[in-house]
């Protein structure tokens, strides 16, 4: 070598040190990077052309036990349905239903893209001789109604579907906390940020229309529009204690969006766990009398860390064992800790309760034995 750093060894011919034998190409390759930006423009020129679909799982289930959530975006008009389901074998018929919907409002889906998940692309066969890519469910009902499927090589993302989840989760997660509501009602949020989004303007459609105009004709009407999770108080109807003294005459529920098929609001009844739709109602859409974060944050952790049942709505101020947290942050690391027990710093003397600084703040001077 011309370096001399070692003997007894000389190059002779291409001295390239890369290569691109067999071994090399096969042992050494990488997994190309996936496009963030489509290399062509996208070809759908009307709703329906075009189709994405994608499944989510989530680690939590609703109250009505749903675990799935799937998606489908107009690449167009980028007009977005949402379905739940319990079980992913469901799939088959809830795309037979989507097909259906957007034929009811007057478009014919072309062609439907989807990555290869086992809800839209199986591999059966029990023996290595008969284990075929065979047809699926979602296959078939995709012929069925003559629409293209079409699946994206193996480890490439439906990315416009994806995009859909990352989007529409993220709203649903600051609905739910701002509102201070439990994790099974991810099912509504999620339902009623991808309404919003069909009802405003977006960068591909243009500030002049809306997805859901490109796809029904008509101008979103906001007048309905409320803060998801927001306190609803209902007047009874056929009330038989309407006149007797003392009793009220209306009961709370909670805003969690509207059904397809029937008019009003779609409330939740917290006590009975029950949804239906009133028109007779009043809305509280300010959240201040529920919003304590600190004590929030703690007791959601604590309840999903025993796999214990989540509340619908966390009072805040209803939660004398989560106390301890807040105490926690206003004591040394090495505190003892006595229940409600208070000492004075200037008499010594016990009392329950906990001492309030001039400043308003709350700290906890404590100590196990008395000072005499």
Known sequence: MKSKAVGGFKVKGNKDA???CDACSQAKIQRSAIPHVRGSPDPATFVGHT??????TLPFATIPGYKYALCFVDHFSRYGMVFFMRKKSETADKVKEYILEMRRLGHRVRRIQCDRGSEFYEQEGDTLGDRDRREHAFGQMCRLYNVQRVLQPVEFKE???????????????????EARLTPALWDLAVAYSQLLFNMCPNSHVGDDTTPLTLVTGEVPQWHKIRVFGSQVFQHIPNNPYYKVP?????????????ERDKGGWRCFDPETRRFFSTGNCYFNEDFSHRIDALRHHD????????NAEQPIIIDDFDDDSNADA???LYLPADAPYQENEVVEPSTGREHHGAAADGGGCRRAFVSTTCPT
């Open 18 to 20: 890369s290569c691109s």
């Open 299 to 306: 007791r959601r952790r604590a309840l999903l860390k025993r």
């Open 159 to 177: 990315k416009l579907a994806e995009a859909w989840f990352k989007e529409h989760f993220k709203a649903a997660s600051v609905m739910l906390w």
């Open 246 to 258: 003392g009793v009220p005459k209306g009961q709370m529920l909670i805003f969690v969006g509207f």
């Open 326 to 328: 807040v105490r926690s």
């Open 51 to 56: 189709v994405s679909v994608d499944t989510k």
